[in-house]
């Protein structure tokens, strides 16, 4: 029995919500958002509430039912408030800008890293050690963070490299004498 498929989806006013099939999509005040479910569970709409049963018993019904919720939860919250991954640069000439559509970094290397901003995805750095990465689809934003994470990850020693802003980094100490 899934605990978060039990719960109905509440849809806050702005957003609209259309189910064809299996077909769910979403509008709101920062774009729109679809996502195609499964046949193993059935998604129905009830005065401002999105309810999501499962068709059968089976072991992959039931896996389904609290993913489908849950991925329609996060389409409603992302069209009406939208999803924001903070992340911190940490090291000595260490910097990252938004030029255009891409976002430079300077990490280190003999040469800066462009990352291309994908669409739907907004990207600012207030601090030349901050970026805050902001959309509507949470799948996408949190890929943009891990990407941009990856290309410096925080080494143990100094803390140097790319870390979300609520990441702790667990220090070692270093060589003895």
């Known amino acids: 029995m899934s605990r978060v498929g039990k719960n109905p989806v509440e849809v806050p006013s702005g957003v609209e919500i259309a189910i064809k099939g299996g077909l769910v999509s979403a509008k709101g005040k920062l774009g729109s958002l679809e996502f195609k479910a499964t046949n193993d569970v059935e998604i129905t709409q009830e005065d401002g509430k999105v309810w999501v049963k499962p068709v059968n018993d089976s072991k992959k019904a039931r896996a389904m039912w609290g993913?489908?919720?849950a991925r329609i939860q996060n389409m409603v919250i992302g069209v009406s408030e939208g999803f924001k991954?903070?992340?911190e640069i940490n090291?000595?000439?260490y910097r990252a800008a938004v030029q255009g559509q891409a976002l430079n970094l300077q990490l280190g290397f003999s040469h800066d890293v462009a990352y291309p901003i994908p669409e739907g995805i907004s990207v600012k750095c207030e601090k030349p050690t901050s970026i805050s990465i902001s959309?509507?689809?949470?799948?996408?934003?949190?890929?943009v963070a891990a990407e941009i994470r990856s290309y410096?990850?925080?080494?143990?020693?100094?803390?140097?490299g790319v870390k979300y802003a609520d990441e702790v980094i667990l220090r070692k100490e270093g060589k003895k004498k």
Not at 135 to 143: C, F
Not at 152 to 160: L, V
């Open 67 to 69: 993913t489908a919720r």
């Open 85 to 87: 991954k903070d992340l």
């Open 91 to 93: 090291g000595v000439g």
């Open 135 to 143: 959309g509507a689809d949470k799948q996408k934003v949190g890929q």
């Open 152 to 160: 410096r990850p925080p080494e143990p020693y100094k803390g140097k």
